[in-house]
T-cell receptor
Framework: QKEVEQDPGPLSVPEGAIVSLNCTYS??????FMWYRQYSRKGPELLMY????GNKEDGRFTAQVDKSSKYISLFIRDSQPSDSATYLC????????????FGAGTRLAVHP | KAGVTQTPRYLIKTRGQQVTLSCSPI?????VSWYQQTPGQGLQFLFE???????NKGNFPGRFSGRQFSNSRSEMNVSTLELGDSALYLC????????????FGPGTRLTVL
């Protein structure tokens, strides 16, 4: 079993839909959770990060963490074609903040 | 502020050769990490350098090595290339080891024939 599981999709939604992206993790020592977005032929860019359980909102994006279930989510409201990308969850391992373990990434396509 | 730059962007090599990839972090950033991204294994941590010292290492064979220079620029080297080394190699920089944000470069696409 991988330490971080993420459904690779692909996920195809119409413009304006609410998108839910999810990851599960097995190591209860993980305390800090990140979401990266990666466009084709580009490096990942950090979208959001959160330390605690609960919700964190940034514009159309909401990150949600449920530590009791070891489950994290990223919600995208009013999705746009420009949101079409691969979304990766990531967590620092016990090696430190700069040693990240990533989910497989979910490919999202938002069609007009 | 300029982002993380990686050179070259694309590289084609043959089995058995060696390759060196270069990464220039964001100005002022002292920590550089390297990752390998493949369709099958996803993004996997290779190693982290800080103050010219390797601080963390992932689960890769000894053919993968790296170094960091006094100006924080970093190189990684892969010797005796195998077909399975074909991947996107990503470099990420951060200001410190305890920074909660890493900034990724565009990557070097390595193809091994």
């Amino acid at each position: 079993q991988k330490e971080v599981e993420q459904d690779p999709g692909p996920l195809s939604v119409p413009e304006g839909a609410i998108v839910s992206l999810n990851c599960t993790y097995s190591n209860s020592a993980f305390q800090y959770f990140m979401w990266y977005r990666q466009y084709s032929r580009k490096g990942p860019e950090l979208l959001m990060y959160t330390y605690s359980s609960g919700n964190k909102e940034d514009g159309r994006f909401t990150a949600q963490v449920d530590k009791s279930s070891k489950y994290i989510s990223l919600f995208i409201r009013d999705s746009q074609p420009s949101d079409s990308a691969t979304y990766l969850c990531a967590m620092p391992t016990q090696g430190g903040y700069n040693k990240l373990i990533f989910g497989a990434g979910t490919r999202l396509a938002v069609h007009p | 502020k300029a982002g993380v730059t990686q050179t070259p962007r694309y590289l084609i090599k043959t089995r058995g050769q060696q390759v060196t990839l270069s990464c220039s972090p964001i100005s002022g950033h002292r920590s550089v990490s390297w990752y390998q991204q493949t369709p099958g294994q996803g993004l996997q941590f290779l190693f982290e350098y800080f103050s010219e010292t390797q601080r963390n290492k992932g689960n890769f064979p000894g053919r993968f090595s790296g170094r960091q220079f006094s100006n924080s620029r970093s190189e990684m080297n892969v010797s005796t290339l195998e077909l399975g080394d074909s991947a996107l190699y990503l470099c990420a920089s951060s200001p410190r080891r305890d920074s909660d944000t890493q900034y990724f470069g565009p990557g070097t696409r390595l193809t091994v024939l």
